[in-house]
């Protein structure tokens, strides 16, 4: 029995490991659709489709599955219509919250976000009701790991940015929304490891959360994030250092 009982350990632990693999991969392909579509299929030429293929990899998605997506998002595939939906909601204290989804069917993804934001305390809101409360701002995550900071923000300057802060294992690199692509090319040719690249919807002010209510807060993104059409976040949500000691 003994023998048994680990064997079905084993197998509903891989089916686990399968299920989340899958999810990635399946965020993975939407985001390399999404890519080619809008700046075509050479990843040369479009610095937003080599980032999702270098997300892709990170996460060991096959390579056949990365170039059926370039292709289903040229055309040269058949594959689904899909779309980048934005939408805005509230958390619990009113938090502000932006989500931006990749899907293929907008009635589904809508009924599920609003499911799961209720059950969270918070809920949908009207278009425009929350996005003025933002900043849209070109942001590159670049490794740090080896990186002279000096050395880098003579390279960040000259790019045009406006702003450098470390931040745990990575440099942010802030700018005009306009500069994204520039800034993500000019770092990369350069030798830098990029490890993001995105339009980061900064909040014009913050709320200041307490262990309590940052523990709700945070519940509530990984679930939202865990859903298979949902790319990113944004939050006007704000965490003390002392707060996130506290929650490990």
């Given amino acids: 029995m003994a023998g048994h009982s680990h064997s079905a350990n084993i197998r509903h632990r891989k089916a686990a490991v399968d299920a989340k693999k899958g999810a990635a991969f399946s965020k993975h392909?939407?985001?390399?659709?999404?890519?080619?579509?809008?700046?075509?299929?050479?990843?040369?030429?479009?610095?937003?489709?080599?980032?999702?293929?270098?997300?892709?990899?990170?996460?060991?998605?096959?390579?056949?599955?990365?170039?059926?997506?370039?292709?289903?998002g040229t055309g040269e595939l058949e594959g689904e219509q899909i779309e980048e939906i934005r939408y805005e909601?509230?958390?619990p204290g009113g938090v502000a919250i932006l989500i931006d989804a990749i899907t293929d069917n907008r009635n589904r993804s809508a009924s599920d976000l609003r499911h799961l934001l209720e059950k969270h305390n918070g809920r949908l809101a009207e278009s425009g009701s929350v996005a003025w409360m933002f900043n849209a701002r070109a942001l590159?995550?670049?490794?740090?790991?080896?990186?002279?900071?000096?050395?880098?923000?003579?390279?960040?300057?000259?790019?045009?940015?406006?702003?450098l802060e470390r931040a745990g294992d990575v440099f942010e690199v802030f700018g005009e929304a306009t500069l994204l692509n520039e800034l993500h090319t000019g770092l990369r040719d350069r030798g830098f490891h990029v490890e993001r690249a995105e339009?980061?919807?900064v909040p014009q002010t913050t709320v200041v959360l307490d262990k309590d209510a940052a523990e709700k807060i945070l519940?509530?993104?990984?679930?939202?994030?865990?859903h298979d059409d949902v790319d990113t976040t944004h939050s006007n949500i704000e965490i003390p250092d002392e707060v996130l000691a506290e929650l490990g």
């Fill in 219 to 226: 519940a509530m993104f990984d679930a939202l994030e865990a």
């Fill in 89 to 91: 909601a509230y958390g």
């Fill in 140 to 163: 590159v995550e670049v490794k740090a790991e080896d990186v002279d900071e000096e050395k880098l923000f003579e390279v960040v300057t000259e790019l045009g940015a406006e702003d």
């Fill in 199 to 201: 339009l980061a919807m």
């Fill in 29 to 72: 392909a939407k985001l390399i659709m999404t890519a080619a579509r809008l700046g075509g299929g050479d990843p040369a030429m479009n610095p937003r489709l080599t980032l999702a293929i270098d997300k892709a990899r990170a996460d060991n998605m096959p390579k056949d599955k990365i170039e059926r997506a370039i292709k289903k």
